[in-house]
């Protein structure tokens, strides 16, 4: 029988990866409903290509763009602010949630209200709905399964053991593009450089958190409200060529490690599949021609972002979700060359210590909540002397 797939993002690199994975299998995988932010000329050819039933646009003039240029089989638009989340409603097999950045919670929650099954991409999501979200995940019945790299790479090694078994979780970072840089020329990074990935092609959000090491901050976050271990139990360390996903550590000394070329494909494939593994289009690990591992440990002056997030995840309450919106801040800062980019993390820890007291750890009211978290880091932005004129 063949499963349908909703997208949320469809038109930025999870989303990407995801359309290339569905091309192979369309027996199997009816891509029925996509959303997107403004990229209509790509909302055409996804659709033209899978038959959808369904699109919708954050941006209300870019649906009016692609309604006036559709020529194909009768299809529903929905346009606005909400559109995504409206979609999420829809019932489907598995909601892909690639919505980049705190602007993908609506829509997951409203997935989960729905009863449909997740492959959650965005870490922010989870970030700042916390155990909440997951309560109520449970409460519908609904799995809801990691897409990241090194989530997916987590939730299959832990596969191998019982939870009571489970030592410690090993979070792989590439080291992004600062690696072996010194922290100085790391205060003095430009945009283009701190978007230069060896690794991976992401967006620039993502990219600059990986440039900082934001992102396995906000992904031990997502690891310890994931799986429920408490972060000191999280151990990070830098594998360069990104190969080695994630490991678990058992108490018999064994490590269940998930290796494979560095292409989300893989875990975008099985985030859809789920508990089935179908073929990617992901060319096959070479053991001999990849010749060694290196693993590095984090430098934590260069990296301070990691730090940070573990005292959030310590504090709770409404920790973890200020760094999220401490950070999203702060990546826009930079990107408009009002921060560099170690400042992003001092703009986080400034944003933990004044905190808000806002949220209470429940799912009432929580897009308000947001709303006005991510409004006190942008007050907390205006008032650093660090920062230049717009």
Same mark, same amino acid.
């Given at each position: 029988?063949?499963?349908?797939?909703?997208?949320?993002?469809?038109?930025?690199?999870?989303?990407?990866?995801?359309?290339?994975?569905? #091309?192979?299998?369309?027996?199997?995988?009816?891509?029925?409903?996509? /959303?997107?932010?403004?990229?209509?000329?790509?909302?055409?050819? +996804?659709?033209?290509?899978?038959?959808? #039933?369904?699109?919708?646009?954050?941006?209300?003039?870019?649906?009016?763009?692609?309604?006036?240029?559709?020529?194909?089989?009768?299809?529903? +638009?929905?346009?606005?602010?909400?559109?995504?989340?409206? %979609?999420?409603?829809?019932?489907?097999?598995?909601?892909?949630?690639?919505?980049?950045?705190?602007?993908?919670?609506?829509?997951?929650?409203?997935?989960?209200?729905?009863?449909?099954?997740?492959?959650?991409?965005?870490?922010?999501?989870?970030?700042?709905?916390?155990?909440?979200?997951?309560?109520?995940?449970?409460?519908? !019945?609904?799995?809801?399964?990691?897409?990241?790299?090194?989530?997916?790479?987590?939730?299959?090694? %832990?596969?191998?053991?019982?939870? !009571?078994?489970?030592?410690?979780?090993?979070?792989?970072?590439? =080291?992004?593009?600062?690696?072996? /840089?010194?922290?100085?020329?790391?205060?003095?990074?430009?945009?283009?450089? /701190? %978007?230069?990935?060896?690794?991976?092609?992401?967006?620039?959000?993502?990219?600059?958190?990986?440039?900082?090491?934001?992102?396995? =901050?906000?992904?031990? +976050?997502?690891?310890?409200?994931?799986?429920?271990?408490?972060?000191?139990?999280?151990?990070?360390? +830098?594998?360069?060529?990104?190969?080695?996903?994630?490991?678990?550590?058992?108490?018999?000394?064994?490590?269940?490690?998930?290796?494979?070329?560095?292409?989300?494909?893989?875990?975008?494939?099985?985030?859809?599949?789920?508990?089935?593994?179908?073929?990617?289009?992901?060319?096959?690990?070479?053991?001999? /021609?990849?010749?060694? %591992?290196?693993?590095?440990?984090? @430098?934590?002056?260069?990296?301070?972002?990691?730090?940070?997030?573990?005292?959030?995840? #310590?504090?709770? #309450?409404?920790?973890?979700?200020?760094?999220?919106?401490?950070?999203?801040?702060?990546?826009?800062?930079?990107?408009?060359?009002?921060?560099?980019?170690?400042?992003?993390?001092?703009?986080?820890?400034?944003?933990?210590?004044? =905190?808000?007291?806002?949220? @209470?750890?429940?799912?009432?009211?929580?897009?308000?909540?947001?709303?006005?978290?991510?409004?006190?880091?942008?007050?907390?932005?205006?008032?650093?002397?660090?920062?230049?004129?717009?």
């Amino acid at each position: 029988m063949t499963k349908s797939v909703t997208i949320l993002g469809a038109s930025g690199s999870i989303g990407t990866s995801a359309v290339a994975f569905l #091309r192979l299998h369309k027996k199997a995988l009816a891509l029925d409903r996509i /959303a997107l932010r403004r990229n209509w000329r790509r909302a055409m050819e +996804i659709c033209l290509e899978f038959d959808c #039933r369904v699109v919708a646009f954050e941006d209300v003039e870019a649906a009016q763009s692609f309604s006036a240029h559709w020529n194909g089989p009768k299809i529903t +638009i929905l346009s606005g602010p909400d559109a995504a989340a409206e %979609l999420a409603t829809w019932k489907a097999d598995v909601v892909l949630a690639a919505i980049s950045g705190s602007a993908g919670l609506p829509s997951v929650l409203a997935a989960i209200h729905a009863g449909n099954r997740i492959a959650l991409a965005n870490k922010e999501a989870l970030v700042c709905g916390g155990n909440a979200l997951l309560e109520l995940a449970r409460e519908k !019945n609904v799995p809801v399964i990691p897409v990241d790299s090194e989530h997916s790479a987590m939730f299959q090694a %832990l596969l191998a053991g019982q939870r !009571n078994e489970v030592a410690s979780l090993i979070l792989t970072a590439s =080291g992004g593009p600062f690696r072996q /840089a010194t922290f100085a020329s790391m205060q003095a990074a430009t945009k283009e450089q /701190a %978007l230069a990935h060896p690794n991976w092609q992401m967006g620039p959000k993502n990219t600059i958190d990986s440039a900082t090491l934001a992102n396995k =901050g906000l992904e031990l +976050i997502e690891a310890s409200y994931l799986f429920g271990f408490e972060e000191e139990k999280i151990e990070v360390v +830098i594998n360069p060529s990104s190969v080695l996903h994630s490991a678990v550590q058992y108490r018999d000394g064994s490590m269940i490690a998930q290796l494979g070329t560095p292409d989300m494909r893989s875990a975008v494939g099985y985030g859809l599949t789920w508990p089935d593994r179908l073929e990617t289009g992901v060319k096959p690990l070479s053991l001999a /021609a990849m010749g060694r %591992l290196e693993f590095e440990e984090v @430098d934590g002056v260069k990296f301070k972002s990691l730090s940070l997030a573990r005292q959030a995840l #310590r504090e709770g #309450r409404d920790g973890p979700m200020i760094f999220n919106f401490a950070n999203e801040v702060g990546v826009a800062a930079f990107l408009k060359e009002r921060l560099r980019l170690t400042e992003i993390a001092d703009l986080i820890e400034t944003c933990l210590e004044r =905190g808000t007291g806002k949220f @209470d750890g429940s799912l009432q009211d929580l897009p308000a909540i947001c709303e006005a978290v991510y409004y006190h880091c942008l007050d907390v932005l205006a008032k650093l002397k660090s920062v230049a004129p717009t």
